[in-house]
């Protein structure tokens, strides 16, 4: 494959034969990642390629920051040092990539850029649900930081690892937790994942579905009652898809 991808264009069978490209031959690679590919293909394919262990998502974070800090975006003039603040606490300091990848499984696997994207969008989102006329302290700020920290990076695992993640990363970590009371965590798996933050009062409270009244005319193809996940599920996609470039 390198000699193709070379000034020599040339392909070099199994078997030893060698079968030349014509200059007009453009060639495109689609990949799940570079993990098998030696440098030297890399290298021939125009591919820049940096380590995520090297690299890690903090560069991801400044550019946000400092992007919305130009835009003028922030809701607070303490914005950038919370977040930076916050981004020691939940991610340097608790090492959470490496407990999430060593002891909890995920039901769609998802790079870590991806979620540490996911993060931003959904905390901005929530930010944006906030009238410019509310004050938001440090304390607010921190709240709906944990609720993104939590949906980003634990959204798509199971009730008990969700649990496991709630007790072995948010509380060691001293966050700002809804008041979930030992017995609901072991007999009903109450977490972090079954509130948010009221915008209202910015304080935890608990999701409850709207009330529903059953149409005069029920046609069970086009029921839907609401749920408790429903609700949640209808306001992470109700706040992201409300972003402005999202629509």
Same mark, same amino acid.
């Given at each position: 494959?390198?000699?193709?991808?070379? /000034?020599?264009?040339?392909?070099?069978l199994a078997n030893a034969e060698r079968i030349p490209m014509s200059d007009t031959t453009k060639m495109t690679f689609e990949c799940e990642n570079l993990n098998n590919a030696s440098p030297a293909t890399?290298?021939?394919? *125009?591919?820049?390629?940096?380590?995520?262990?090297?690299? *890690? @998502? /903090?560069?991801?974070?400044?550019?946000?920051?400092?992007?919305?800090?130009?835009?003028?975006?922030?809701?607070?003039?303490?914005?950038?040092?919370?977040?930076?603040?916050?981004?020691?606490? &939940? %991610?340097d300091k608790t090492k959470v990539w490496k407990e999430v990848a060593a002891k909890y499984t995920y039901m769609m696997g998802t790079p870590e850029v991806v979620r540490m994207t996911m993060l931003l969008?959904?905390?901005?989102?929530?930010?944006?649900? !906030?009238?410019?006329?509310? =004050?938001? /302290?440090?304390?607010? &700020?921190?709240?709906?930081? =944990?609720?993104? %920290?939590?949906?980003?990076?634990?959204?798509?695992?199971?009730?008990?690892?969700?649990?496991?993640?709630?007790?072995?990363?948010?509380?060691?970590?001293? $966050?700002?937790?809804?008041?979930?009371? $030992?017995?609901?965590?072991?007999?009903?798996?109450?977490?972090?994942?079954? !509130? %948010? =933050? #009221?915008?209202?009062?910015? @304080?935890?409270?608990?999701?409850?579905? $709207? *009330?529903?009244?059953?149409?005069?005319?029920? =046609? %069970?193809?086009?029921?839907?009652?609401?749920?408790?996940?429903?609700?949640?599920?209808?306001?992470?996609?109700? #706040?992201?898809?409300?972003?402005? *470039?999202?629509?």
């Amino acid at each position: 494959m390198n000699t193709v991808l070379d /000034d020599n264009r040339m392909l070099t069978l199994a078997n030893a034969e060698r079968i030349p490209m014509s200059d007009t031959t453009k060639m495109t690679f689609e990949c799940e990642n570079l993990n098998n590919a030696s440098p030297a293909t890399v290298s021939r394919a *125009g591919i820049i390629y940096v380590s995520p262990e090297d690299l *890690g @998502t /903090d560069p991801l974070l400044q550019t946000w920051l400092v992007d919305r800090e130009k835009a003028k975006l922030n809701k607070h003039a303490d914005e950038k040092a919370w977040l930076t603040e916050f981004n020691k606490k &939940y %991610f340097d300091k608790t090492k959470v990539w490496k407990e999430v990848a060593a002891k909890y499984t995920y039901m769609m696997g998802t790079p870590e850029v991806v979620r540490m994207t996911m993060l931003l969008n959904l905390f901005t989102a929530v930010l944006e649900s !906030y009238s410019l006329e509310q =004050v938001l /302290d440090r304390a607010a &700020y921190e709240k709906i930081w =944990v609720y993104a %920290f939590a949906w980003a990076l634990a959204g798509l695992f199971e009730p008990d690892d969700r649990l496991k993640f709630h007790k072995e990363i948010l509380e060691k970590c001293g $966050a700002p937790l809804p008041p979930i009371s $030992a017995q609901k965590q072991m007999q009903e798996k109450e977490t972090v994942f079954d !509130y %948010f =933050v #009221n915008p209202e009062t910015k @304080t935890w409270e608990v999701w409850q579905p $709207a *009330g529903w009244t059953a149409p005069k005319r029920i =046609v %069970f193809s086009q029921l839907l009652i609401p749920t408790s996940d429903s609700t949640r599920a209808e306001y992470i996609m109700r #706040n992201i898809a409300a972003l402005p *470039g999202e629509r």
